[in-house]
């Protein structure tokens, strides 16, 4: 992992083929993130959840570009099916790749009702208001931080809003990126620093009572391969 992951940092992956030691047996690959690795005559399935490389050219950042550009359209090549999460993102596929479309399937992603539902117990939601630093009422929003999921201008709609509201809930943005410095900048800008709180990467224990706590759930995005943070909010 630390070499592969050194590699998909420089736009790289792993310079020999995955199947190398196959021992002449053929096997089937599943590629959960897309590009994958390569192979020297294996067939693979992968799941593709976006094209923002190609959409938005500052999404994702740098060499992660680079990887998937390089090397999504090899995975689609030697692929036996591809995995869609929609049916936008089937037709972008498509008309982006010239895949056939009889290899394209879509399957739609899902949330664990037995996580993200109503009645999240009281001590976990008191667990992450109290890991967070969370006091009264608040606005939540969850992604990466990155041009597409449009958080500058989600700080400038919460600006804009009556003195009462801003007062009564802050604004809560949850999530990893490379343009948290850009979107701290706008909070700056705004005078927004005692209202509006950046935490970082939220683990995945801590979003369902998160979104329970929330007064309102708002996902800003330019667009979407699919938007599961609104399903789980829903």
């Not at 570009?65 to 993102?89: C, D, K």
């Not at 939601?125 to 989600?154: M, Q, T």
């Not at 490379?178 to 939220?202: H, W």
């Amino acid at each position: 992992d630390f070499i592969h992951n050194g590699l998909r940092r420089l736009g790289r992956r792993l310079p020999w083929p995955l199947d190398l030691r196959g021992g002449g047996r053929r096997r089937l690959y599943f590629f959960p993130d897309g590009a994958g690795a390569s192979l020297r005559d294996s067939p693979c399935v992968p799941v593709v959840f976006d094209l923002d490389f190609l959409r938005h050219p500052g999404a994702p950042a740098g060499r992660n570009r680079l990887y998937y550009g390089r090397y999504l359209p090899r995975t689609l090549n030697r692929a036996a099916r591809v995995v869609v999460i929609s049916e936008a993102m089937r037709a972008e596929l498509l008309g982006a790749f010239g895949v056939p479309p009889e290899k394209v399937a879509v399957v739609h992603p899902a949330v664990d009702h037995s996580i993200f539902r109503p009645d999240v117990p009281a001590e976990a939601r008191s667990a992450v208001r109290a890991k967070y630093g969370l006091e009264g009422g608040f606005i939540y929003s969850l992604g990466v931080l990155e041009s597409r999921k449009n958080f500058p201008r989600l700080i400038e709609a919460y600006a804009s809003l009556p003195e009462e509201i801003l007062v009564e809930y802050a604004l809560v943005i949850g999530g990893p990126g490379g343009r948290a410095k850009e979107i701290a900048g706008t909070i700056r800008r705004r005078g927004l620093e005692d209202r509006v709180r950046l935490l970082g990467s939220v683990d995945e224990a801590d979003r369902a009572p998160l979104c329970a706590e929330a007064a309102v759930f708002v996902m800003p995005s330019l667009d979407e391969g699919f938007g599961v943070r609104v399903l789980e909010a829903m």
